[in-house]
C-alpha cells in the first residue's frame, strides 16, 4: 500500500486531498492570482518534522499551503527522475500579501531547524537556509491549453517560469536576503580556472558542461552532482559522481575513457572535471549505419568493413574494461562515443562497478528489455548487443510488444542475414546469446526465397479477423485527402466510422483551396470542376502529393481523361523527378521518396493502369526506371501510405505488369518483414508499424491498409 504523507496534527480542518497534493486552506484566507510564494525542500528523513513545523507556522498566519502527499512522489521531487523546474519542491506556501510573506519566512526560519535538502534551481535560498526558497510568481491560477498561465502587469503578460535559475519579473521591486551568487557568469572563471562555455545536458541531478582549461587552452567536460539528490532512497548524485572519479583512476591508460583531471566542491555540489574526447554519439550515427539501407556493392564492402571494426572495438573495449574487474552497467549508445578513427569511447561510468563489490544501480533504457537475466559481465554483452542492434536497425521498436527480447533478437538475425552482416559477427551474436538452433530456425522458416504463400493466406484469414472484430475505425489523416481516402475505403469494406464523417466544410467553403478541389473532384468522382480553372496554373502551384492525387483522378476508369492525366504527368517529370545515384525519385519535401502517396510507388502504379488501359508501352521505359527506386525490402515504417506496404503494392503491380519473378520475390518478400512486426494480443494478430510503434488501425497508416496491400498481392498472383 502507498506509503502517504500527513501533517501530525490530529484534527486538520480544511483539507482538500488531490492525487499529488493535500491543499491546507483556513476560512479567512484568500490566495492571489500572483505575488511572493514560498517553496520548502525536504530530504527523505526529515520530512515529517519539516511539514509539522510548516503547518505549525501557516496556521498561526493562517496562510494556505499545499505538500506532496505521497513518500513516493516525494522521492521522485528529491531526486534525478524530475525537471529542473519542479525539483525540490516538497511545500508551496501562498502568502496573501508581500508582507505576510516577509513574516512567514523569518518564522519559518526561526522554526525550522536547519536541515539539509535539495536546491530549488527556479528560487532563490532565504538566508542560510537550506530547504527555504522564495520567488515571485503566478499562485492562483489554471493551465491554459495545458500551458502554465503568464504573469499579468498594466495589460502585458510576462512568462513566470522558463529556465532553472531565479528571475525577477521588470515590473517587481526583487527582494535580496544574503549575498546573490550567479550560477553562470560567463566573465569570470569557474574555479579559478575554468571558462566555461556552454551546456551540453541538463538535469536536476547537475548538468554537465563543456569548458576550456585556461592552463592548457584545452576543452573538457565537467560534470555536476547537486547535493542532496537522491538516485535511489540510499544513494545520492554526488555518490555516483565519487564512484566515475575511482573508475576513471583505475582504468585510466588501459582502455579508451577520457582521463580524469580533477573533483572539487562549490558550495556543496561536487564537480568531476575530465578529458574532452572530439567525436558523435552512436545514437546519432543511427542514420548512417543503418543495416537496411540499400548500397552498391563497393558500398557494402566499404560499411561491412567499418560496422565490424566499430563493433570488434565496442567488445575489445568492453573485455578490457572487464579485465580490470570492472562491470559498466549503463551501457547505452548515448554513452559511446566514436571518433574519426574509429575508436569507441565510453564516457559515462556513474554506475560502472568492481565485479567483487556488486551492482549500485540497476540502469535501463528503451533500447534493451527492463529484465535481463544475464550477470555481470553477460549482463554488458547482452546490453551491447541491444545497442548495437538499435544502431544497425529498427528491430528494438518490438520491445515495447515483447519485452523479453527474444522478437528483437530473432528479427535482427534475420536481417544481419539478408543483409550480408559479416559472417563473424553473426556467429559471435550467436556464441553471446548461446543460442543452439538459432540460424536453422531463421533459414528454414524465414529466408527461403520461394513462393511461400501459404505463410501470406494464413495471416491474410488471421488479419481480416482481427479487422472485422475491431468495432470502429478512424478516418482522419494527415491532410484532408488522406482522410478521405480513409473514409472511402471504410465505406467500401462496410465497416463503422468511430464518428459522423462529414466533409461539407469542403463544398461551404468559399475560398477553396487545391486540397478542397481535388476532394470534391475525388468525393463526387467529378472532375469536371476543374474546367473552371486554368490548369497549368494550379499544377505550377501544386506539390507533388496533390499532383498524385490528380493522376489518380484522371486515371479513374469512371472518369479517365488521357488528357489531363499526360498534363499531370508532363508537369511531375519536368519539375518532381530527380536523379541520384543513377536512380529516378520523386522529390517529396526535399526528400527523395520510394512510398505511395510521396514517391515513386505510386507513380508506377498509375503509369502501369494507364498503359493497361490505354493500351500502349510508351512509357515502359519510365516504369522500370522508377522501379530501381522501390527494390527496398526494408523501410522505417510499413504502413501502406509511408512505408512497406505502398513499395510491396507497387512491386506486385510490376510483376503483373511485367511478368518477371523479381518483382514478385521483392513483393513477398516485403510481405514477410510486415509479418516481422506482427504481435499477438488477445489471441488477435496484430501489425505494428515501427515508424510510429502504435497500433493503428485506419487505412492510411495501418492494418486496413496493410491488409489491402496483402489482398491485391494474392489477387495479382491469383491471375
Not at 529556465?163 to 515590473?171: G, K, R
Not at 554513452?335 to 560502472?352: G, K, M, S, Y
Not at 494478430?685 to 489491402?708: A, N
Amino acid at each position: 500500500m502507498e506509503e502517504l504523507i500527513t501533517p501530525s496534527e490530529k484534527r486538520i480542518i480544511n483539507r482538500k486531498k488531490g492525487e499529488i497534493y493535500d491543499y491546507i486552506s483556513y476560512s479567512n484566507a484568500f490566495v492571489p492570482y500572483q505575488g511572493w510564494k514560498i517553496h520548502i525542500s525536504a530530504n527523505l528523513i526529515d520530512y515529517q518534522s519539516i511539514l509539522d513545523n510548516v503547518y505549525h507556522v501557516c496556521s498561526i498566519f493562517q496562510t494556505p499551503f499545499k505538500y506532496i502527499n505521497k513518500i513516493s512522489e516525494l522521492f521522485r521531487i528529491l531526486s534525478k527522475h524530475v525537471s529542473q523546474l519542479e525539483i525540490g519542491k516538497f511545500i508551496t506556501i501562498y502568502p496573501k500579501n508581500k508582507e505576510t510573506f516577509l513574516l512567514l519566512l523569518e518564522e519559518l526560519y526561526d522554526k525550522i531547524p536547519k536541515y539539509t535538502g535539495v536546491q530549488i534551481l527556479t528560487d532563490r535560498s532565504y538566508k542560510d537556509s537550506e530547504i527555504i526558497f522564495y520567488r515571485y510568481g503566478v499562485m492562483n491560477a489554471r493551465l491554459i491549453n495545458n500551458e502554465r498561465p503568464k504573469l499579468k502587469f498594466n495589460g502585458t503578460f510576462y512568462e513566470d517560469i522558463t529556465e532553472p535559475y531565479y528571475t525577477c519579473p521588470p515590473f517587481v521591486e526583487d527582494i535580496i536576503f544574503n549575498k546573490v551568487v550567479d550560477d553562470y557568469n560567463i566573465e569570470s572563471l569557474f574555479h579559478d580556472r575554468y571558462q566555461m562555455e556552454s551546456i551540453i545536458h541538463k538535469s536536476g541531478a547537475g548538468n554537465v558542461y563543456i569548458a576550456i582549461d585556461t592552463i592548457n587552452e584545452e576543452k573538457v567536460i565537467i560534470k555536476e552532482a547537486r547535493k542532496k539528490v537522491y538516485i535511489t532512497e540510499k544513494i545520492l548524485a554526488i555518490d555516483l559522481l565519487l564512484n566515475e572519479k575511482c573508475i576513471l583512476k583505475k582504468l585510466k591508460g588501459k582502455v579508451d575513457i577520457p582521463n580524469y583531471i580533477e573533483c572539487f566542491t562549490i558550495e556543496g555540489n561536487l564537480y568531476l572535471v575530465e578529458e574532452f574526447i572530439d567525436g558523435q554519439r552512436l545514437d546519432i550515427l543511427k542514420p548512417e549505419y543503418n543495416l537496411l539501407i540499400k548500397r552498391n556493392s563497393s558500398e557494402l564492402g566499404r560499411y561491412n568493413k567499418k560496422v565490424k571494426k566499430i563493433i570488434s572495438n565496442l567488445f575489445l573495449s568492453l573485455y578490457k574494461i572487464h579485465q580490470e574487474g570492472i562491470i559498466l552497467e549503463d551501457i547505452s549508445s548515448s554513452n559511446i562515443l566514436l571518433t574519426n578513427d574509429d575508436r569507441v569511447f565510453f564516457i559515462d561510468l556513474e554506475t560502472a562497478y568492481n565485479k567483487n563489490d556488486g551492482i549500485i544501480v540497476e540502469t535501463t533504457n528503451e533500447c534493451y528489455p527492463k529484465n535481463i537475466s544475464q550477470k555481470n559481465e553477460q549482463r554488458d554483452i547482452v546490453k551491447m548487443w541491444y545497442c548495437i542492434i538499435d544502431l544497425l536497425t529498427n528491430s528494438t521498436s518490438l520491445l515495447k510488444y515483447d519485452n523479453t527480447g527474444v522478437s528483437t533478437l530473432n528479427l535482427f538475425y534475420k536481417m544481419s542475414l539478408e543483409n550480408n552482416l559479416p559472417k563473424s559477427l553473426r556467429k559471435k551474436f550467436i556464441n553471446d546469446f548461446s543460442i543452439v538452433d538459432f540460424k536453422n530456425t531463421f533459414i528454414i522458416k524465414f529466408i527461403e526465397m520461394g513462393l511461400n504463400i501459404e505463410k501470406i493466406v494464413r495471416m491474410q484469414q488471421d488479419l481480416t479477423e482481427t479487422i472485422l472484430s475491431h468495432n470502429t475505425f478512424e478516418i482522419h489523416g494527415k491532410t484532408i485527402l488522406e482522410s478521405i481516402d480513409n473514409y472511402k475505403y471504410i465505406s467500401n469494406m462496410d465497416l463503422k466510422f468511430s464518428s459522423d464523417p462529414s466533409f461539407s466544410s469542403l463544398y461551404d467553403n468559399c475560398n477553396k483551396s487545391i486540397d478542397d478541389l481535388i476532394g470534391i473532384a475525388i468525393l463526387d468522382n467529378n472532375f469536371e470542376l476543374f474546367l473552371n480553372y486554368n490548369l497549368d496554373e494550379l499544377l505550377h502551384d501544386m506539390s507533388y502529393y496533390q499532383k498524385y492525387y490528380l493522376l489518380r483522378l484522371f486515371n479513374d476508369t469512371k472518369i479517365c481523361d488521357r488528357v489531363y492525366f499526360i498534363k499531370v504527368l508532363n508537369s511531375i517529370i519536368k519539375n518532381d523527378i530527380k536523379c541520384i545515384d543513377g536512380v529516378k525519385y520523386i522529390k517529396s519535401n526535399e526528400y527523395f521518396s520510394p512510398y505511395l502517396i510521396t514517391g515513386n510507388s505510386g507513380l508506377i502504379i498509375e503509369l502501369i493502369k494507364f498503359s493497361k488501359n490505354n493500351n500502349t508501352m510508351k512509357f515502359d521505359e519510365w516504369i522500370r526506371s522508377l522501379s530501381e527506386g522501390i527494390s527496398y525490402t526494408y523501410a522505417k515504417g510499413t504502413s501502406l501510405y509511408y512505408g512497406l506496404a505502398g513499395l510491396g503494392l507497387a512491386n506486385a503491380w510490376l510483376y503483373y505488369y511485367f511478368k518477371e519473378t523479381s518483382f514478385l520475390k521483392t513483393s513477398i518478400k516485403i510481405c514477410e518483414h510486415i509479418f516481422d512486426f506482427s504481435i499477438k494480443q488477445n489471441t488477435k494478430t496484430i501489425l505494428i508499424d515501427p515508424m510510429s510503434e502504435e497500433i493503428d488501425y485506419t487505412y492510411s497508416k495501418g492494418m486496413l491498409g496493410q491488409l489491402y496491400f496483402i489482398n491485391e498481392l494474392l489477387n495479382i498472383i491469383k491471375e
